[in-house]
């Protein structure tokens, strides 16, 4: 990964950095590897990412339907 710091402006030349990092995910891995993580916990941890990822479908395909956005009912 490369970045250009143009002018001495070292600060915009961090917040691409960041920027980069962040979109390649390196900062997610780093969080991750903090600490152990066990089988239990990765289980649970999907599950709860497969239920927002089709909430979010739902209120998607919820707000294409109805044309208005979707209604908070739980």
Do not use: C
Request: aromatic share 4%; no cysteine.
């Amino acid at each position: 990964m490369r970045v250009d710091v143009r002018n001495n402006n070292v600060d915009q030349a961090l917040r691409v950095l960041k920027k980069k990092l962040q979109l390649d995910g390196l900062f997610n891995e780093l969080r991750e590897r903090e600490h152990y993580v066990g089988k239990s916990e990765k289980r649970r941890r999907s599950k709860a990412a497969a239920v927002r990822r089709q909430r979010k479908e739902n209120a998607k395909r919820e707000e294409e339907f109805n044309g208005g956005p979707p209604q908070n009912n739980r």
